[in-house]
Every structure is written in structure tokens, then in C-alpha cells.
T-cell receptor, first 116, second 113 residues
Framework: AQTVTQSQPEMSVQEAETVTLSCTYD???????LFWYKQPPSRQMILVIR??????QNATENRFSVNFQKAAKSFSLKISDSQLGDAAMYFC?????????????FGTGTRLKVLA | GAGVSQSPRYKVAKRGQDVALRCDPI?????LFWYQQALGQGPEFLTY????????KSGLPSDRFFAERPEGSVSTLKIQRTQQEDSAVYLC???????????FGQGTRLTVV
């Protein structure tokens, strides 16, 4: 069975600085998707960034980028130039591509605090 | 609609009461998922529909939990004889098909007292 592990319950970053959130996962599949979701107090899960496992190039979305290490099964999120609005819970998630494996598997989350 | 809509946003139930949580997916989305998110935890999968067919219900924690999507659009998650451990946020997500990005609703926070 697939698992997702986030070992940092809480992280803090100074405004305008850079922070990296860690995520490791386990799967026997060769193709899959990995995601980072942001969940503010409103509870809405907001997609931050997505990585397809067969793509070697790390995904980037503006200030957000990932370091995807497939062999190590590691998928970290880097947030550059942190802003107060980045404060939220961040969840790493895995999803299969084969029929019957579409459900998302989430980690336990990392609470990010941004200090002014 | 513009996004996935869930109602009610908040529900307080007395232990033993039955509850029904509603999810309106994005129009035309074939796939629909339900997740349970306990306080301080990540969402955990409950069940998955493709149109009206419930293809995976492996995450439902007990036979007190029941989900339906009779016309392949709106879905209802029903919990019978609620217990305190059922207190959680229940998230619904929909996607155009199974193998595409899912969009999440804002969830229903259920508190069982």
C-alpha cells in the first residue's frame, strides 16, 4: 500500500525568506502523481503544485518549486520570498494513475507560520 | 456551479443521531470522492464514485457509513447512529474523470456531542 510521510509538524519562516517542507512516500508503482496542497483555516484544499512521476524536470509555479527525487521517493516543496498569506497547513499527497488507484493519499501535514 | 459545494458547513449532532452530508460537484464531473479529516490529521479516503457507480468504498470505517450518488451528480454521505469518533471534517472532491486533478469543497465540520 502507498504511504505518505511528512515529518515536520510545524515550520516557521521569516517573511521574504525561503522555506522547504519535506515529504517522503512509498509506492511500488512506476508512474503516479505527487501534489502539494495548501489548506487555510477556511478548510478549502488549494492545489499548490503537481509533479508527474515520469517527468524528471522539477515542477515550478511562481514562488513554489519542488525537489523530486524519484529513487529516494522524496518530494519537498520550496517556498521562496515567503508571504504572510502563505501561512497555512500544507499537505503532500500521492495519487496513482492506474484505474482503481485514483484516490489521493495524504500526509499528516505541516503547519507553516510566516513571521512578519 | 463555480466549484464544489458542500452543505451544511457545520453540523452538530447528538450521539446516536443520523446525519446526512451533501456534496454538489462541479457540473459535468464524472468522478467524486469523499474524505474524512480528523483534527490535526490529513484527509483520509472514504469512497469513490464514477458517475452513479460506487467503485471503491474501502475507506468507509463501518457499516454506519453509507454514500450514494443516484443520478451521477449530487452525492450524500450518511452516517447512522453517530458516535464521538465520527467528529471530523468531511471533504468532497470531484474531477472530470478519475485520472485528472480533483477539486475540493470546503468541507462539512461534524461535531458529535
Amino acid at each position: 500500500a502507498q504511504t505518505v510521510t511528512q515529518s515536520q509538524p510545524e515550520m516557521s519562516v521569516q517573511e521574504a525568506e525561503t522555506v522547504t517542507l519535506s515529504c517522503t512516500y512509498d509506492t511500488s508503482e512506476s508512474d503516479y502523481y505527487l501534489f502539494w496542497y495548501k489548506q487555510p483555516p477556511s478548510r478549502q484544499m488549494i492545489l499548490v503544485i503537481r509533479q508527474e512521476a515520469y517527468k524528471q524536470q522539477n515542477a515550478t509555479e511562481n514562488r513554489f518549486s519542488v525537489n523530486f527525487q524519484k529513487a529516494a521517493k522524496s518530494f519537498s516543496l520550496k517556498i521562496s520570498d515567503s508571504q504572510l498569506g502563505d501561512a497555512a497547513m500544507y499537505f503532500c499527497a500521492y495519487r496513482g494513475v492506474r484505474r482503481g488507484t485514483y484516490k489521493y493519499i495524504f500526509g499528516t501535514g505541516t503547519r507553516l507560520k510566516v513571521l512578519a | 456551479g463555480a466549484g464544489v459545494s458542500q452543505s451544511p458547513r457545520y453540523k452538530v449532532a447528538k450521539r446516536g443521531q443520523d446525519v446526512a452530508l451533501r456534496c454538489d460537484p462541479i457540473s459535468g464531473h464524472v468522478s467524486l470522492f469523499w474524505y474524512q479529516q480528523a483534527l490535526g490529521q490529513g484527509p483520509e479516503f472514504l469512497t469513490y464514485f464514477q458517475n452513479e457507480a460506487q467503485l471503491d468504498k474501502s475507506g468507509l470505517p463501518s457499516d454506519r457509513f453509507f454514500a450514494e450518488r443516484p443520478e451521477g451528480s449530487v452525492s450524500t454521505l450518511k452516517i447512522q447512529r453517530t458516535q464521538q469518533e465520527d467528529s471530523a471534517v468531511y471533504l468532497c472532491a470531484s474531477s472530470p474523470s478519475g485520472n485528472t486533478e480533483a477539486f475540493f469543497g470546503q468541507g462539512t465540520r461534524l461535531t458529535v456531542v
